[in-house]
């Protein structure tokens, strides 16, 4: 039987928003919807907070949770979130199967992408990521320079702006990236390798990062309550 961990990395500096991991969303801070949605999945063994705030860490300590002291080297606005995981499995006592963590800024991801994530994890995948569609094509990305317009893909230049010429894209959601133990410790990376994705609902895509992702968030929110009761 697989030995799975999840982490959610939450640091206490946040620039753009104030105590965003600890930012009230409905009725709760914000770490505590995707730390609930982890624990309700029930497909890990062990699921751990690693965070350098203590206020964090309280927002979420009635929950069947651990504390990973994170240390401030990774804890800084340059650290990545890629980069403090890895640092913890290098130091972790134990060796797990499975190590996924989760994005505290992601808080409607829901305990069933969780598990068909889980599930998708069979001898032949080496990692799970979440993904979500592109809103807008981006057959009809530019770039500017100065003031000159430059297409990056042939769609304008060929006039192929139909969406019959349209092909759909995806990207990463942000809300969880999983893998087996080994295969992350041996690329670094969860893009490299045999690689499956969870297609996330739009609605459930919400990444926050300043005050009007939160703003839309609750938008969000009112909108499922108001559903609910019709």
């Known amino acids: 039987?697989?030995?799975?961990?999840?982490?959610?990395?939450?640091?206490?500096?946040?620039?753009?928003?104030?105590?965003?991991?600890?930012?009230?969303?409905?009725?709760?801070?914000?770490?505590?919807?995707?730390?609930?949605?982890?624990?309700?999945?029930?497909?890990?063994?062990?699921?751990?907070?690693?965070?350098?705030?203590?206020?964090?860490?309280?927002?979420?300590?009635?929950?069947?949770?651990?504390r990973h002291t994170r240390p401030s080297v990774h804890a800084t606005v340059k650290s990545t979130a890629l980069n403090a995981m890895i640092n913890l499995m290098e130091n972790y006592p134990e060796k797990h199967d499975v190590f996924a963590y989760f994005l505290p800024t992601c808080p409607f991801v829901s305990p069933e992408d969780i598990r068909d994530g889980v599930a998708m994890l069979d001898e032949d995948t080496d990692f799970v990521v979440s993904m979500t569609n592109y809103t807008e094509p981006i057959q009809l990305a530019c770039v500017m320079k100065d003031e000159w317009v430059m297409p990056i893909f042939d769609n304008l230049e060929c006039g192929l702006t139909n969406s019959k010429f349209i092909k759909s894209y995806v990207k990463p959601s942000g809300a969880f990236y999983m893998g087996k133990w080994d295969k992350i410790i041996e690329h670094q990376n969860f893009f490299k390798g045999r690689v499956k994705g969870v297609v996330i609902e739009e609605k459930n895509a919400v990444d926050i990062n300043t005050l009007s992702d939160i703003m839309y968030a609750e938008s969000l929110l009112k909108m499922n309550l108001s559903e609910k009761k019709s």
């Open 1 to 66: 039987m697989q030995k799975r961990i999840a982490v959610i990395p939450a640091r206490g500096g946040s620039t753009r928003l104030k105590d965003k991991n600890i930012y009230p969303l409905g009725d709760k801070p914000l770490i505590r919807w995707t730390v609930e949605a982890v624990v309700k999945s029930n497909a890990f063994h062990k699921i751990i907070v690693s965070t350098d705030s203590d206020k964090i860490f309280d927002a979420v300590s009635d929950l069947p949770v651990e």
